[in-house]
């Protein structure tokens, strides 16, 4: 008997361009009736889903200039994306209910986590709940512990001698200062300086994002394929290990002395158990990690991309970097190192806001999942099933909302009264960085607390430029923003630290 050999590079070329006929051919036959930028019929659509693989930015930018203020779509790999255009159709979405455009279900379907991390994560999202309320309430009392760790972290990241430059890889580093930063404010001091635990949590945003592929499958087969594709179950094993002895000491502590015991740590585990057992869902370990796996995914990857555009931006105009140090000086002259004084750094929050409308983390944004039938108020009829979103990268260099809109203006919504200034944090109809309406991103004021904190620290602490033949350029993988991770650049410590 001859022994089973594995299949070739060309076999499993046929066998992908196989499967990729086969997804493009149920696409959903309800929108034909919405215009199409790339080939529309099942067969020829599968070349314009590969191009907008590499090349999504310029059919973003087709579509938003031959559909103006109108809906249209474009073919992905397994399905149709319903694209959005304008501050008209952002209020559509904005007003509609989560029964009918879901922000919930979007990226648990988009990378099918009910085949990976399982159902009940969008199902029972109590865990959003958690961030709009103690987590974001609990900042101010943390921020000693974040900046201390921050700091420490930085450090570890930028190991200065005396006044020499130090070239370091930045977007990697990035991903360990803010993995830091998070599990310090969410989790405590030990988990936190815990290398394995926190290697987990950062290894677990990419086996989410790997669901991705399910995608190319029929849903009998995601299952199984769910535990072939990714290592999501193995990630969760590994931080339940860490987890485990808290969980069991905490609910101990609760059937002993009840629901209020004395001393009660104020951290996520607790808030997931508590909000676990009022939703009704067990108070597993394994729960409590998959809640776990989720905060990561959400908090560390799309935040250390934003602040490596900032730091990018900044080196390639140092004319920026005087008016913000000066900014920083005096509000901490005044106010010191705390929580409202972060706030008060409005140039750095307009710098940051310029960065994400200039760059952003995606060419589309606002992703929603259509529950059931919704029409648009022009008219436009998009069927449940739809995954649907707002053309961001469109609406953000729009000449007819920004001046010089394709001009990056780090001082663009500074204002005499800080008052009257837009935030960060804040969506607006032509402002989608943190989406809009109800489902709009629940951690954007710790994330916007977080990344001026770094940035005033870095400008404060360091002299800093890109390493010689760096260039930043921005990259998509479909709408999605990739970081050049090659990029290097070179610190110091300032002369008067």
């Known amino acids: 008997m001859s022994p089973i050999s594995l299949p070739d590079f060309s076999q499993i070329v046929l066998i992908v361009v196989t499967a990729l006929f086969y997804r493009s051919w149920f696409r959903n036959r309800k929108l034909e009736h919405i215009p199409t930028v790339g080939y529309s019929t099942p067969f020829l659509s599968v070349f314009s889903a590969i191009k907008f693989l ?54 648990p379907v988009f990378y099918q986590w ?22 974001t309430r609990n900042l101010a009392n943390q921020f000693d512990d974040i900046r201390e760790e921050m700091i420490l ?12 430059w130090t070239t370091v890889p930045v977007f990697e580093g990035l991903i360990e200062v803010i993995s830091r930063i998070t599990t310090r404010a969410f989790l405590g001091l ?42 999501v179950d193995g990630v969760l094993t590994g931080i339940e290990k860490h987890i485990a002895p808290i969980v069991h000491s905490r609910l101990e502590a609760e059937r002993i002395h009840g629901s209020d015991w004395p001393d009660k740590p104020n951290d996520l585990i607790t808030w997931l ?46 004319e920026y970097i005087q008016p913000l140090r000066e900014e920083v000086d005096s509000v901490i002259r005044e106010e010191g190192w705390t929580k409202a004084a ?24 606002m992703s929603r999942r259509v529950m059931k039938d919704f029409t648009f108020s022009d008219g436009t009829f998009v069927p449940a099933g739809t995954h649907l979103c707002v053309n961001s990268w ?28 837009p935030l960060m944090a804040t969506p607006t109809l032509d402002y989608n960085a943190f ?45 999605k923003v990739i970081p050049d991770k090659n990029i290097r650049m070179m610190f110091r410590k300032k002369q008067s630290v």
């Open 190 to 231: 030990d988990l936190c300086r815990n290398d394995e635990f926190r290697k987990l949590c950062v290894q677990s945003t990419m086996e989410l994002v790997k669901g991705r592929l399910l995608h190319l499958f029929p849903n009998l087969l995601r299952p199984v394929l769910g535990k072939l594709i990714t290592n």
């Open 435 to 479: 989406g809009h309406g109800r489902p709009a991103c629940p951690g954007r004021f710790f994330a916007v607390a977080e990344l001026k904190m770094m940035l005033g620290y870095i400008l404060t602490t360091y002299d800093f430029k890109l390493a010689y033949g760096c260039q930043h350029k921005m990259q998509w993988l479909e709408s």
């Open 394 to 421: 469109g609406n953000h260099r729009d000449d007819e909302y920004y001046r010089s809109a394709d001009i990056f203006d780090g001082f663009r919504f500074s204002r005499e009264d800080p008052a009257e200034q």
């Open 273 to 318: 158990l508590d909000a676990a057992k009022a939703s009704g869902e067990e108070q597993t370990v394994r729960n409590i990690a998959k809640r776990i796996v989720v905060f990561s995914f959400a908090s560390t990857y799309s935040s250390a991309v934003a602040f490596a555009q900032a730091l990018y931006m900044i080196s390639e105009r140092p």
């Open 54 to 107: 590499f090349s999504g930015r310029e059919i973003v930018e087709e579509g938003y200039i031959k559909y103006p203020g109108r809906v249209w779509k474009l073919p992905m790999l397994d399905e149709w994306l319903v694209v959005a255009n304008g501050r008209q159709r952002v209020e559509d979405i904005r007003k509609a209910s989560e029964d009918h455009l879901s922000g919930i279900r979007s990226n």
């Open 342 to 365: 972060v706030g008060q750094l409005y140039k750095i929050d307009s710098f940051f806001r310029e960065t994400q409308r200039f760059n952003g983390l995606g060419l589309v944004l």
């Open 114 to 135: 009910d085949y990976t991390v399982g159902p009940a994560v969008s199902e029972n999202p109590y865990h959003i709940n958690i961030v709009r309320g103690p987590l």
């Open 153 to 164: 972290a930085f450090n570890g990241m930028i190991p200065c001698k005396g006044q020499e």
